[in-house]
């Protein structure tokens, strides 16, 4: 079955220091791979994907993730952090079995960043 | 702004009862999917329908129902509610055809039952 794990329900961190939320995958064949942010009473707001080509993705607001296909990794990274990115990130892989489009999500991790 | 659009943004009922929750999905996106969130759960698919019909379905009970109508909104039906039932329950939409196109989140509903 096609799915991620997110091995850590809490990441702290400083504001300014980098940050890395971590994602693994288990999928049949090639992974489609994104990023989800969510705020407060708030939906799921896209950060980024990861398709094919380079392994280090740029996203929105300064976010990128790096692909890793040998650890089967996709971590979400960020070179300095900002309390306003304290919300809750799913990491998320595209069901492409018989064609069927759902993204299953990983549990989420919740991102702390304190001043 | 994703411009996938739910209502109500919430929701309050009791036991037994029926609720329905709208979706209308982005302009131009033929694919509406219904994901419910609870603490317990996590982000659950529950269907998807694309351009009327349903296209798949995951983890929804068959006191659960929903479609998608020509204008392409979509609508959730939840019958004989129960309180763990309540959740958040989001819509996506997306392009069909593509894997690589991101699916964009509502608001959501939060349903409390009673």
């Known amino acids: 079955a096609q799915s991620v794990a997110q091995p850590e329900d809490q990441v702290n961190v400083a504001e300014g220091n980098p940050l890395t939320v971590k994602c693994t995958y288990s999928?049949?064949?090639?992974?489609?791979l994104f990023w989800y942010v969510q705020y407060p009473n708030r939906g799921l707001q896209f950060l980024l994907k990861?398709?094919?080509?380079?392994?280090l993705v740029k996203g929105s607001y300064g976010f990128e993730a790096e692909f890793n296909k040998s650890q089967t990794s996709f971590h979400l990274k960020k070179p300095s952090a900002l309390v306003s990115d304290s919300a809750l990130y799913f990491c998320?892989?595209?069901?492409?079995?018989?064609?069927?489009?759902?993204?299953?999500f990983g549990t989420g991790t919740r991102l702390l960043v304190s001043p | 702004d994703s411009g996938v659009t739910q209502t109500p943004k919430h929701l309050i009922t009791a036991t037994g009862q029926r609720v329905t929750l709208r979706c209308s999905p982005r302009s131009g996106d033929l694919s509406v999917y219904w994901y419910q969130q609870s603490l317990d759960q996590g982000l659950q698919f529950l269907i998807q329908y694309y351009n009327g019909e349903e296209r798949a379905k995951g983890n929804i009970l068959e006191r659960f129902s929903a479609q998608q109508f020509p204008d392409l909104h979509s609508e959730l039906n939840l019958s004989s509610l129960e309180l763990g039932d309540s959740a958040l329950y989001f819509c996506a939409s997306s392009r069909e055809g593509t894997a690589n196109s991101p699916l964009h989140f509502g608001n959501g509903t939060r349903l409390t039952v009673t």
């Open positions: 998320a892989v595209r069901d492409l079995r018989t064609g069927f489009q759902k993204l299953v």
């Open positions: 990861y398709i094919t080509g380079d392994n």
């Open positions: 999928v049949s064949g090639n992974p489609y």
